[in-house]
């Protein structure tokens, strides 16, 4: 049987490599770590990466045993879920890996300029209805500018056809550098070791036929980013415990 929500919460309390912020108190609180996470917590120079929306921090924890030279963030707002990962980290010693849990819509407060290299974005809900919630949107590019340096890498990996096609249009109307685009990532990318991570909803979704797509971007300081006007269809399965928010066919 499963550790329950209030046991794991009151891990999550005491445990060194989680940070809580959640929404209601984070404008009292001051975060004294940002711009010096590497300072204060990893104690060394190299570089940040986020994994923005982490779920059950799979990806987190498999990138930092990957690359033990980089230091990794997960950052969701869901503590339950967040506690597989950070409970993963502790037993393994992993200490290059980190989570915060808090509301992306708030993330540019935790870190300073040009503090983080790379940002993941795994599976993140489309939110077909609304654009400025899409975690690939001019509203959340801009927020990531404030720390991503310049020309920072953006990868999406996604199973939706309406996240990943809006997020091309994104990219192509803003110029963005693009350096990959696949809508079939294990089928027409081989022998990258970050394919062997793969999260829980990740195989379910392979092993229902859905192709998993990927793009990885660059994405400059300057310029000021537009929005696409584009009418996309929407997605015409539904995600695990994912509902269509839209009874329209189509939506921007």
Request: net charge neutral.
């Amino acid at each position: 049987m499963g550790k329950g929500k209030l046991a794991k919460f009151a891990d999550m309390e005491r445990y060194e490599n989680v940070f809580q912020y959640p929404y209601s108190v984070v404008s009292d609180v001051p975060f004294e770590m940002r711009g010096r996470w590497r300072e204060m917590y990893f104690h060394n120079q190299n570089p940040i990466v986020l994994e923005l929306g982490c779920g059950k921090g799979e990806y987190a924890v498999g990138l930092a045993r990957l690359f033990p030279d980089v230091n990794f963030i997960g950052v969701d707002i869901k503590g339950s879920r967040m506690w597989t990962g950070a409970t993963e980290a502790l037993r393994d010693g992993l200490t290059n890996v980190a989570f915060l849990r808090t509301n992306i819509e708030i993330i540019d407060r935790f870190f300073g300029n040009g503090e983080v290299q790379e940002i993941w974005l795994t599976f993140s809900d489309p939110q077909m209805k609304n654009p400025r919630k899409r975690l690939t949107s001019t509203f959340f590019m801009n927020r990531y500018r404030h720390f991503l340096i310049d020309g920072g890498i953006i990868h999406l990996k996604t199973d939706s056809n309406f996240l990943f096609t809006y997020t091309t249009y994104m990219v192509e109307k803003n110029h963005l550098p693009l350096i990959l685009r696949t809508e079939n990532l294990y089928g027409e990318v081989t022998g990258d070791p970050i394919l062997n991570i793969q999260t829980y909803y990740e195989q379910m979704w392979i092993e229902r036929g859905i192709n998993i797509k990927y793009m990885k971007f660059q994405l400059p300081q300057t310029a000021e980013l537009q929005e696409p006007d584009v009418e996309i269809p929407l997605d015409e399965y539904r995600s695990y415990h994912r509902d269509k928010r839209s009874p329209k066919e189509t939506a921007k």
